[in-house]
């Protein structure tokens, strides 16, 4: 039995296959219901809300296209410096979800705005959050391809130039330079913002963002390879009792009682547990806890504490309490799913979805494909391989949808990237965490004197896009260093460009 895990960058999308049949199991749910942060009314007084008229298609001129819907940003201007002054504009181009919850974890553009004097602005992506076109009916909106179709990158891109020339023209602010930041798939639109709209933003920070994931320009193993390593890196017993859980837990639902067993060995709520959902639940545990393996204590996809494989490796190589190795998986997944000591059993059937990441399933059948998740004899997953047609046999199920796994290197590129962008554009910063399995589609070479790739080996998923801490290691302090002198040359560039004219 292969597990597959599909595609995700938060939304980690699962479904599992037996023989030819096809059975989907998601949206999976990111965080346990008693462990939902309050998003949306913690941060108040850290930005004001505001709504933006935008239109539904910016590629056609059919009636249907002039509709209109509401878009969501977030802006804080307490350290603006003004239109008269030509102060920057840092912009956080938004992605697979609620802005809210990205902006509560960019506290890098709020630590640096003093600094710059910048106008921060957080923009929500179409489908997501409450920037939901339609009337802003989820059900409208999501019902099927004919709604969603308006769901892409580029359409996502088009509003994000439409708004910020409208804000600056509101603002008088028509000559403050634009920087754009994101993280993740929010890195990549930051990224080809830049490419895309060199007019609107001199220059992007790019955090994680892995826009190599696409066609053939990455092995679909390199996700899983990073994934491996993490927990090899920290001890070969971890490892290995990871390794060989996949087949211990298949062997033990075999056994007459075993999948009780199973289900009182993982406090797991359900009365009825498949072994395939089973497996889903502690994959997910170790593919989110190398995304986010943090130095520091963090609750972004969930509450860890500081280096959280490091912490699930040592609860398994853990010998003091001479427990089994279902209690030590047990305890593992527990730093996980239940940090915070909240959760009275595991539900696998939650399907909740805290941070509303549910469109990225239409992306990831779309124009979002992804090659990543499969796995070699070596991986710490069981061994399957990449397949297209797998994709497209859920997409066809899901939506109807044929997925155009050439699209986005068609639009935006990625073969050839060292020469084509040097080039073409520059002032873009890629940041990379070695930690992250994301960062086997990141862009890990400097390809000119501006477009700069900082690559951090202990990094994990944007872990310099998080506000900092007393307790942040010398290497991450001196990666934000670096981003803000760039972006501080970009600025100082257009400036003098400007005089100059
Ligand atoms: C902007 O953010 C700062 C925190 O960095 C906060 O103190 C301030 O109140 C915010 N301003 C607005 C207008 O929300
Ligand atoms: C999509 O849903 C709408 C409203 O329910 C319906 O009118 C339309 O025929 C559906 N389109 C497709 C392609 O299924
Ligand atoms: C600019 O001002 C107009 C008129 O008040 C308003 O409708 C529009 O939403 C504003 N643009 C943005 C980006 O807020
Ligand atoms: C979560 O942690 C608390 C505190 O350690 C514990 O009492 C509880 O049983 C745990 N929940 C599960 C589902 O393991
Ligand atoms: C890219 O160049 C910068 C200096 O501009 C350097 O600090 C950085 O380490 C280089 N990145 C790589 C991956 O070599």
């Excluded at 998003?39 to 004001?48: A, D, E, T, W």
């Excluded at 209109?68 to 030509?86: E, H, M, P, S, V």
């Excluded at 047609?389 to 155009?404: E, L, T």
Aim: charged share 20%.
């Amino acid at each position: 039995m292969a597990i597959i895990f599909f595609l995700s960058l938060f939304s980690l999308l699962f479904f599992t296959l037996s023989s030819s049949h096809i059975i989907p199991r998601f949206p999976y749910s990111v965080i346990s219901p008693e462990q939902q942060l309050n998003s949306g009314s913690v941060q108040n007084g850290l930005y004001r809300t505001k709504f933006f008229t935008q239109i539904l298609d910016h590629f056609n001129y059919n009636p249907q296209s002039y509709q209109k819907f509401q878009q969501r940003y977030l802006i804080n201007d307490t350290y603006w410096g003004g239109a008269k002054k030509k102060a920057p504009i840092f912009v956080y181009t938004g992605n697979e979800g609620n802005i809210e919850w990205f902006t509560q974890n960019t506290g890098f553009m709020f630590e640096q705005a003093p600094y710059f004097n910048a106008l921060l602005v957080f923009i929500e992506h179409r489908f997501y959050g409450k920037s939901i076109p339609f009337g802003g009916k989820k059900k409208v909106a999501y019902a099927n391809s004919s709604t969603l179709g308006y769901l892409s990158s580029a359409q996502a891109l088009a509003d994000y130039a439409t708004l910020i020339i409208d804000l600056k023209k509101n603002l008088s602010a028509t000559e403050s330079p634009v920087v754009v930041f994101g993280g993740s798939y929010g890195g990549m639109l930051a990224a080809w913002f830049r490419m895309k709209y060199p007019h609107v933003a001199i220059g992007a920070l790019a955090s994680s963002a892995p826009i190599l994931q696409f066609d053939d320009l990455v092995s679909p193993y390199a996700f899983d390879n990073i994934i491996t390593q993490d927990f090899r890196s920290e001890s070969e017993n971890c490892y290995k009792v990871i390794k060989g859980s996949w087949n211990l837990i298949e062997e033990t639902a075999k056994k007459h009682g075993g999948l009780e067993l199973l289900r009182k060995s993982f406090k797991i709520c359900n009365n009825y547990i498949g072994v395939d959902a089973l497996e889903g639940w502690l994959g997910q545990a170790w593919i989110y806890t190398a995304m986010t393996d943090y130095p520091t204590p963090t609750n972004f996809l969930s509450p860890l504490p500081a280096y959280p494989v490091r912490k699930m490796c040592e609860a398994i190589d853990s010998s003091v309490t001479g427990k089994n190795t279902l209690e030590k998986l047990y305890d593992a997944a527990s730093i996980y799913y239940n940090y915070s000591g909240t959760s009275k059993c595991f539900d696998l059937n939650d399907h909740s979805d805290p941070h509303d990441l549910g469109g990225w399933q239409w992306q990831a059948c779309s124009e979002m494909i992804m090659p990543e998740g499969a796995s070699s004899k070596e991986s710490i997953f069981p061994e399957s391989k990449w397949s297209v047609k797998d994709r497209n046999a859920y997409c066809k199920f899901a939506y109807n949808v044929v997925p155009r796994p050439n699209w986005i290197t068609s639009e935006f590129g990625g073969h050839n990237i060292e020469i084509v962008l040097k080039r073409s554009v520059g002032n873009i910063i890629f940041f990379n965490g070695l930690r992250d399995p994301w960062s086997g589609g990141g862009v890990l070479k400097n390809i000119s004197k501006t477009i700069i790739a900082i690559v951090a080996k202990e990094g994990a998923h944007h872990v310099d896009l998080r506000y900092s801490t007393k307790e942040d290691p010398k290497w991450l302090k001196d990666v934000r260093k670096q981003e803000v002198k760039i972006i501080e040359s970009w600025i100082s560039q257009y400036h003098q460009d400007l005089a100059t004219k």
